[in-house]
């Protein structure tokens, strides 16, 4: 029964590959899109959005980075007090409906909180992949993780 | 019928206040962890959340992030082809289940890439319904012209 990590738990070099990945659907990105009162075209209309670059509705960028912070939680930042801000989220390529999104998070430094000695700061850089391990977009973020009590 | 902007629409330093403003549910932010995978308790356990610091369930951060980033494409980012990076993401303020996050934001830089790509980096903030700045974060977007060159 643990979701998240303690701070001692953490080691900096440690690569978690985050488990399971998850399917993008179609469905995913139009109710994505319209929740987050996105409206670009790009992502609602199939008959615009043939007419364009891609040639097809690409996955949200924004869907794309919650969902690679969310289904990294469980192994890094599921038992935070706070989380610290992201000091980048780069997206290298495009996911389509019908993709698969999978994870891993790398352990980049720790340090203790210089005021509270019951917590610490965990850097870490996400990646995400899709089905063909092809990467498709990174983030670098901080949160404060909880000391193992007593 | 205009949603979004040309490259050619678009000044460094523009500045938009976003409107309408929406307040997030407690629906939106229990579907929102879910669908995200994200099972962090003091997202989607309030008697959890009851023992923590703020004593309630707190809106998760990329919730915030994401509707920021949508409110602010009817003024700029709405013909957008593409998205390179967002940068500095800082979270300022907790969100509350019923609180309205209202937003504007800068054009900060415009430039053509080496590739004939136009790029617009565009700072946006979040505020609560109080005017409190409760997340910010800047945005490289690729944003087409309206006369190709």
Same mark, same amino acid.
């Given at each position: 029964?643990?979701?998240?990590?303690?701070?001692?738990?953490?080691?900096?070099?440690?690569?978690?590959?985050?488990?399971?990945?998850?399917?993008?659907?179609?469905?995913?990105? $139009?109710?994505?899109?319209? /929740?987050?009162?996105?409206?670009?075209?790009?992502?609602?209309?199939?008959?615009?959005?043939?007419?364009?670059?891609?040639?097809?509705?690409?996955?949200?960028? %924004? /869907?794309?980075? %919650?969902?690679?912070?969310?289904? %990294?939680?469980?192994?890094?930042?599921?038992?935070?007090?706070?989380?610290?801000?992201?000091?980048?989220?780069?997206?290298?390529?495009?996911?389509?409906?019908?993709?698969?999104?999978?994870?891993?998070?790398?352990? /980049?430094?720790?340090?203790?909180? %210089?005021?509270?000695?019951?917590?610490?700061?965990?850097?870490?850089? $996400?990646?995400?992949?899709?089905?063909?391990?092809?990467?498709?977009?990174?983030?670098?973020?901080?949160?404060?993780?909880?000391?193992?009590?007593? | 019928?205009?949603?979004?902007?040309?490259?050619?629409?678009?000044?460094?330093?523009?500045?938009?206040?976003?409107? +309408?403003?929406?307040?997030?549910?407690?629906?939106?932010?229990?579907?929102?962890?879910?669908?995200?995978?994200?099972?962090? +308790?003091?997202?989607?356990?309030? *008697?959890?959340?009851?023992?923590?610091?703020?004593?309630?369930?707190?809106?998760?951060? +990329?919730?915030?992030?994401?509707?920021?980033?949508?409110?602010?494409?009817?003024?700029?980012?709405?013909?957008?082809?593409?998205?390179?990076?967002?940068?500095?993401?800082?979270?300022?303020?907790?969100?509350?289940?019923?609180?309205?996050?209202?937003? *504007?934001?800068?054009?900060?830089?415009?430039?053509?890439?080496?590739?004939?790509?136009?790029?617009?980096?565009?700072?946006?903030?979040?505020?609560?319904?109080?005017?409190?700045?409760?997340?910010?974060?800047?945005?490289?977007?690729?944003? +087409?012209?309206?006369?190709?060159?």
């Amino acid at each position: 029964m643990s979701y998240g990590r303690w701070f001692e738990e953490f080691t900096t070099g440690a690569v978690y590959k985050h488990w399971p990945g998850r399917t993008i659907t179609e469905y995913d990105n $139009t109710s994505f899109a319209l /929740l987050s009162m996105n409206l670009n075209p790009l992502f609602l209309d199939e008959h615009y959005a043939r007419t364009q670059p891609l040639g097809r509705r690409p996955v949200l960028d %924004s /869907l794309i980075f %919650s969902l690679l912070v969310g289904m %990294s939680v469980a192994d890094t930042s599921g038992r935070t007090i706070a989380n610290l801000g992201f000091d980048f989220v780069r997206f290298e390529r495009p996911m389509f409906p019908g993709d698969s999104l999978y994870g891993e998070s790398e352990v /980049l430094s720790l340090r203790e909180s %210089s005021t509270k000695p019951d917590r610490g700061i965990v850097e870490i850089e $996400t990646r995400g992949f899709n089905q063909d391990g092809v990467r498709i977009a990174v983030l670098q973020r901080k949160f404060l993780a909880p000391k193992r009590p007593g | 019928m205009a949603y979004g902007k040309y490259f050619e629409q678009l000044e460094a330093g523009q500045k938009f206040e976003h409107w +309408p403003g929406r307040t997030i549910t407690e629906y939106d932010d229990t579907f929102f962890s879910l669908m995200s995978m994200n099972q962090h +308790p003091l997202h989607v356990d309030e *008697h959890f959340a009851k023992s923590t610091q703020h004593g309630q369930r707190l809106v998760e951060g +990329p919730l915030v992030i994401s509707l920021v980033i949508g409110m602010s494409q009817a003024d700029i980012g709405g013909r957008a082809l593409d998205t390179i990076e967002y940068r500095n993401v800082r979270h300022f303020e907790p969100v509350f289940h019923g609180d309205t996050i209202y937003s *504007h934001s800068t054009v900060l830089a415009l430039e053509e890439l080496a590739d004939g790509r136009c790029v617009a980096c565009v700072e946006s903030e979040g505020l609560n319904q109080n005017g409190k700045k409760v997340v910010s974060l800047e945005r490289t977007i690729v944003v +087409p012209r309206k006369e190709a060159r």
